[in-house]
Structure formats: structure tokens, C-alpha cells
């Protein structure tokens, strides 16, 4: 394995939820339907979240990419804790991203 440090960046995500763009307020029942359609519809989704906001954070390395998703639990509560949504790791010369 080879010892170079890994790249760490950090991407802007999605700044609304699709949820909220609809009209459903984050503490409605009917949050997550956009979400639960979306995969129903299509199995090719490892991972689907309209409800939350968030960034994604990459490291890169010689060996794997690795992608957590990570967002605040709440962004009606100004220090809401921040999550880990989703772990993602891609390795090379297998274009699957594998969910961790």
C-alpha cells in the first residue's frame, strides 16, 4: 500500500430538501415520501435522502475515494448535531461505489 497521504475535500451538498421545496415542513409525517418513491422506482440507488440537508466530504488516495455524506439532524435547531448519513468507498478499477 502505498504511504501517500490521503486528499481531503469537502462539497457543498444540496443547501434545500426536496421535501421542503414541496411544502412538507421537516416535522411532517409526510416527510420522506420523495425519498421512499425515489427508491421504490429505481433500484440502481445505493443511497436516497431528499429529506436532509448536507455536504459531502472526499478523501482521495492511490488505494480508494471514500464519500460520507454528512448534514445536521436538524436545521431548525441551531446546534443540531451533525450526522453521517451515508459511507460511500470506491475502489480502483471497480466503478461500483460500495456502501459502507
Not at 19 to 38: F, H, Y
Not at 51 to 58: D, I, K, S
Not at 76 to 86: C, F, G, I, R, V
Amino acid at each position: 500500500m502505498n504511504s501517500e497521504p490521503l486528499k481531503r475535500l469537502m462539497c457543498l451538498g444540496c443547501g434545500f430538501s426536496y421535501d421542503e421545496a414541496l411544502g412538507l415542513p421537516e416535522d411532517s409525517p409526510e416527510t420522506g415520501l420523495v425519498t421512499q418513491r425515489l427508491k421504490e422506482t429505481n433500484p440502481h440507488y445505493s443511497f436516497v435522502d431528499t429529506v436532509h440537508r448536507g455536504y459531502a466530504v472526499l478523501e482521495l488516495g492511490p488505494e480508494e475515494m471514500k464519500v460520507e455524506l454528512r448534514g445536521p439532524t436538524s436545521v431548525l435547531e441551531p446546534t443540531s448535531t451533525m450526522n453521517t448519513w451515508a459511507s460511500f468507498r470506491v475502489v480502483p478499477d471497480n466503478p461500483v461505489a460500495e456502501l459502507s
